[in-house]
């Protein structure tokens, strides 16, 4: 194996879930697809590496050639979540149009923990103060102890001010984030939302 594929195998094979088995495979198939794949790879490659940026106030990925979604301020709700690829999963479920989102960006109190993490709750309680279009908070974080006390912990925070705080309806799949559930369960839980009680 050259150098170059040897690096571009290491590489690859830090990506989460893939082994290097798998990395080789991959790395074989960009490498008899140079044109279809290593080419238009590269170009995206350098793209998001130099547009895209996290949002510091909802967490999700914007490019700096525009504007982020959360600073358009024409919705009623905000649908709030662990990851991006929670919000990716109530996107394509098409059970929630026309609202805001906000990624947290993990669960209390496994923060804590992690040193360069920040989960983005005051941000959160300052869009909802700036936004008096805002009716309702829509908490979706995962069925865990975490995912409850963060819940808790959010639910809190916006107490005083005059909107709905909802949470996806519960015991459909503990332990799990919202990304794992199939759109039926998702439509489900997100029909039965109620107030966030204590458990
Ligand atoms: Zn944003």
């Not at 080419?39 to 504007?67: A, H, M, W």
């Not at 040193?115 to 908490?139: F, P």
Request: aromatic share 6%; with cysteine; glycine share 8%.
């Amino acid at each position: 194996m050259s150098s170059e594929i040897d690096n571009l195998v290491k590489t690859i094979s830090k990506l989460k879930a893939l082994g290097p088995k798998s990395a080789r495979r991959i790395v074989l198939q960009l490498l008899d697809n140079k044109e279809n794949l290593i080419k238009p790879l590269t170009k995206q490659l350098v793209e998001i590496y130099k547009n895209l940026r996290r949002c510091e106030t909802c967490g999700d990925y914007f490019s700096v050639n525009s504007k982020c979604d959360c600073s358009n301020k024409k919705y009623k709700k905000i649908f709030v979540c662990e990851e991006i690829q929670d919000k990716w999963t109530v996107e394509e479920s098409g059970i929630y149009s026309g609202g805001g989102y906000h990624v947290i960006g993990g669960v209390l109190p496994a923060l804590e923990s992690k040193k360069n993490g920040k989960l983005l709750i005051s941000s959160l309680v300052n869009r909802v103060k700036d936004n008096k279009e805002i009716e309702e908070v829509i908490l979706g974080l995962g069925n865990t102890a975490e995912g409850n006390i963060t819940s808790h912990f959010i639910a809190d925070k916006l107490k005083d001010f005059n909107i709905k705080i909802t949470r996806l309806a519960q015991g459909i799949s503990v332990g799990n984030s919202i990304s794992y559930l199939d759109d039926g369960t998702l439509v489900t839980a997100f029909k039965n939302r109620g107030p966030v009680v204590s458990d």
